[in-house]
């Protein structure tokens, strides 16, 4: 019976031991692993360092920030709380860009 027992416990250890090993490798070792490690960052610290800067159709920048943004986007728009917590909200269309700034 004690065999039993100690046989249970490593094989248990073994399994915790190599899913905690694959883990480590994925979140430090992928681009997508390193990608959930950031998103993660953000989600939970209400963002990270970053800097913003919207061109328009010629290349001039028509929009620039630098701050602590938590950033979520589709295919075509982008969205962003800044550090005073207003939700920012930019629209990319084919000729036009249109920016949407919450106000306190």
Request: charged residues 20%; hydrophobic residues 35%.
């Amino acid at each position: 019976m004690k065999k039993a027992v100690i046989t249970i416990i490593i094989v248990v250890g073994v399994i915790i031991f190599g899913i905690g090993s694959c883990s480590y490798w994925y979140l430090n070792h992928t681009a997508s692993g390193v990608r959930t490690v950031k998103d993660f960052k953000s989600e939970t610290s209400n963002g990270i360092e970053r800097e913003i800067t919207v061109y328009n159709a010629d290349g001039k920048a028509i929009m620039h920030f630098k701050g602590k943004f938590d950033i979520s986007h589709s295919s075509r728009s982008l969205q962003y709380v800044d550090q005073q917590n207003r939700k920012h909200n930019i629209y990319f269309g084919d000729n036009t860009t249109v920016i949407v700034n919450e106000l306190k």
